[in-house]
């Protein structure tokens, strides 16, 4: 199977979309990746630094460069080559390999002029193609052809045409730069040279660029796999306004959402929800699920998103269901003995959610975080949780388990005394100052005895930061009635965190 390679040179600077009239030139670190043809007319060249080509070329257009941008060009190019012969391997953006469909367009050259052709209409003017039995020669002789030419390698002939080819070709200046030391300027001078020697001497990549020098480039190119559509839509003609009909009307929708994923094996668990009202989009929300999306999963969020107050103003025309997230099947897949939440739970609690609202039912995790509130994670039910701070982290001055039962949304007003009765507090070396003999857990409540109390653990906030630094100590108290605090002092005052139950 022989490999034909396409190339559009200066990438960068067509993905920018500047005319070819016009001098123009993109950046990376200072110093220019790719110029157009009519800023090389000025005498701009890659790897001149910017003031460098400002000088040559005054009216230069400055472009700051755009990875992301490149891909997303080099996608249209992808597709129209795909449309004439499919298999395409992306190589990177501006560089990419096919198998030769030959008998197709009646010969090799045949084929990459009608390819080069439908480029052209796309708007790439530059597109270069070099056709041989591998992908190094291939790419080797795409970088020799002609503007909207094709340079043909005959089979068998890839060692004779890179043998007179310079060594720098290889990219790799190591190898290079030692390569002529020795004296050895061509790609003919390295592939004389007795493999098994070049393995000694160069290990096993020097080997694999003799092989390359030598024409042996038997490593099939790698076809991109083109990912399945799962978006799916719904029109509504005429347009809706009411909730429950555009519900009833998503059903079919759903399902059919549902079951190309399964069909390919996958499940969604984050999706993104589109409406599209009097012609524009209205409401766009992303949805988590614990496990993945069901149909009646997927209408219950579009019900939701939709009965937000003032999320539609218009009638509906379309909604969108868009996976943002999907994973395997057998990942979520029920184990021998069952396994996940029970249906009918998760029914009801929709149920109520419908009612009460989507946001009035939370579910309780746990997040990173030295105090119990701020290990506190509350997410919609429904809804997978995303924490702000990480739990494997040490979170120096955390407490030691077991966990207290009871948070109280805002600390409770306390106090702890010695035996004349006066109040303990924390030295600022984290010394108490006296022994616990008593202590009120709340303002109001009864003084008792301390049966057995531990800390302090000393926590030290954010001190870089005036504003929201706090030092406080924690403790843990426990009376003789049995009962069980979770503390803190701060600024010599006592308050309850929690309570032990």
């Given at each position: 199977?022989?490999?034909?390679?396409?190339?559009?040179?200066?990438?960068?600077?067509?993905?920018?979309?500047?005319?070819?009239?016009?001098?123009?030139?993109?950046?990376?670190?200072?110093?220019?990746?790719?110029?157009?043809?009519?800023?090389?007319?000025?005498?701009?060249?890659?790897?001149?630094?910017?003031?460098?080509?400002?000088?040559?070329?005054?009216?230069?257009?400055?472009?700051?460069?755009?990875?992301?941008?490149?891909?997303?060009?080099?996608?249209?190019?992808?597709?129209?080559?795909?449309?004439?012969?499919?298999?395409?391997?992306?190589?990177?953006?501006?560089?990419?390999?096919?198998?030769?469909?030959?008998?197709?367009?009646?010969?090799?050259?045949?084929?990459?002029?009608?390819?080069?052709?439908?480029?052209?209409?796309?708007?790439?003017?530059?597109?270069?193609?070099?056709?041989?039995?591998?992908?190094?020669?291939?790419?080797?002789?795409?970088?020799?052809?002609?503007?909207?030419?094709?340079?043909?390698?005959?089979?068998?002939?890839?060692?004779?045409?890179?043998?007179?080819?310079?060594?720098?070709?290889?990219?790799?200046?190591?190898?290079?730069?030692?390569?002529?030391?020795?004296?050895?300027?061509?790609?003919?001078?390295?592939?004389?040279?007795?493999?098994?020697?070049?393995?000694?001497?160069?290990?096993?990549?020097?080997?694999?660029?003799?092989?390359?020098?030598?024409?042996?480039?038997?490593?099939?190119?790698?076809r991109r796999q083109v990912p399945p559509e799962f978006e799916a839509t719904l029109v509504l003609e005429p347009p809706l306004e009411l909730v429950e009909p555009i519900a009833f009307s998503l059903r079919t929708t759903a399902e059919s959402f549902v079951a190309d994923l399964a069909a390919h094996g996958l499940v969604c668990t984050t999706?993104?929800?589109?409406?599209?009202?009097?012609?524009?989009?209205?409401?766009?929300?992303?949805?988590?699920?614990?496990?993945?999306?069901?149909?009646?999963?997927?209408?219950?969020?579009?019900?939701?998103?939709?009965?937000?107050?003032?999320?539609?103003?218009?009638?509906?025309?379309?909604?969108?269901?868009?996976?943002?997230?999907?994973?395997?099947?057998?990942?979520?897949?029920?184990?021998?003995?069952?396994?996940?939440?029970?249906?009918?739970?998760?029914?009801?609690?929709?149920?109520?959610?419908?009612?009460?609202?989507?946001?009035?039912?939370?579910?309780?995790?746990?997040?990173?975080?030295?105090?119990?509130?701020?290990?506190?994670?509350?997410?919609?039910?429904?809804?997978?949780?995303?924490?702000?701070?990480?739990?494997?982290?040490?979170?120096?001055?955390?407490?030691?388990?077991?966990?207290?039962?009871?948070?109280?949304?805002?600390p409770q007003q306390a106090m702890v005394v010695g035996a004349e009765g006066q109040p303990i507090g924390v030295t600022g070396r984290g010394m108490v100052s006296g022994e616990p003999v008593r202590f009120r857990a709340a303002a109001g409540s009864d003084w008792q005895p301390v049966a057995s109390w531990a800390g302090p653990w000393p926590?030290?906030?954010?001190?870089?930061?005036?504003?929201?630094?706090?030092?406080?100590?924690?403790?843990?108290?426990?009376?003789?009635?049995?009962?069980?605090?979770?503390?803190?002092?701060?600024?010599?005052?006592?308050?309850?965190?929690?309570?032990?139950?």
């Amino acid at each position: 199977m022989r490999t034909m390679v396409l190339w559009a040179p200066d990438w960068p600077v067509v993905a920018v979309d500047v005319p070819a009239s016009v001098p123009a030139a993109v950046l990376d670190k200072g110093q220019v990746l790719a110029c157009s043809q009519a800023a090389r007319a000025e005498g701009v060249r890659r790897g001149m630094r910017r003031r460098d080509a400002q000088s040559r070329c005054p009216g230069l257009v400055l472009h700051e460069h755009n990875p992301d941008a490149d891909a997303r060009a080099f996608e249209a190019v992808l597709t129209a080559i795909e449309e004439l012969s499919p298999g395409v391997a992306p190589l990177r953006p501006g560089l990419c390999a096919i198998s030769v469909p030959a008998r197709f367009y009646g010969g090799e050259a045949e084929a990459a002029a009608v390819i080069a052709e439908r480029l052209v209409e796309l708007g790439v003017w530059d597109v270069r193609a070099g056709i041989a039995d591998g992908l190094f020669a291939a790419e080797q002789a795409a970088r020799r052809a002609l503007a909207q030419d094709s340079l043909v390698v005959p089979a068998g002939g890839s060692g004779q045409f890179l043998r007179d080819l310079p060594i720098d070709v290889l990219a790799d200046p190591d190898l290079v730069g030692l390569l002529r030391r020795m004296g050895l300027l061509t790609l003919g001078d390295f592939a004389s040279l007795p493999a098994a020697d070049v393995h000694t001497r160069f290990g096993t990549h020097g080997a694999l660029l003799h092989r390359l020098a030598r024409g042996q480039d038997a490593q099939p190119i790698s076809r991109r796999q083109v990912p399945p559509e799962f978006e799916a839509t719904l029109v509504l003609e005429p347009p809706l306004e009411l909730v429950e009909p555009i519900a009833f009307s998503l059903r079919t929708t759903a399902e059919s959402f549902v079951a190309d994923l399964a069909a390919h094996g996958l499940v969604c668990t984050t999706v993104l929800i589109e409406v599209d009202a009097d012609g524009s989009l209205a409401t766009s929300r992303r949805w988590m699920h614990p496990r993945w999306f069901g149909p009646t999963d997927l209408i219950d969020r579009v019900r939701w998103q939709l009965s937000v107050d003032g999320a539609i103003r218009a009638p509906v025309d379309a909604v969108r269901l868009i996976p943002e997230v999907t994973e395997p099947l057998g990942d979520h897949a029920d184990s021998l003995f069952g396994g996940g939440p029970d249906e009918r739970v998760e029914r009801g609690v929709a149920r109520v959610q419908s009612i009460v609202g989507h946001e009035a039912v939370v579910s309780v995790t746990v997040q990173g975080g030295r105090g119990p509130a701020q290990r506190r994670l509350l997410a919609p039910w429904g809804e997978r949780p995303v924490a702000a701070r990480p739990v494997g982290l040490p979170w120096p001055g955390s407490l030691p388990p077991p966990a207290p039962a009871t948070v109280y949304t805002e600390p409770q007003q306390a106090m702890v005394v010695g035996a004349e009765g006066q109040p303990i507090g924390v030295t600022g070396r984290g010394m108490v100052s006296g022994e616990p003999v008593r202590f009120r857990a709340a303002a109001g409540s009864d003084w008792q005895p301390v049966a057995s109390w531990a800390g302090p653990w000393p926590v030290d906030e954010q001190w870089w930061d005036e504003a929201a630094a706090r030092r406080i100590a924690r403790f843990q108290v426990v009376g003789v009635d049995g009962s069980a605090f979770l503390m803190i002092v701060e600024g010599g005052h006592w308050w309850t965190e929690a309570r032990y139950d």
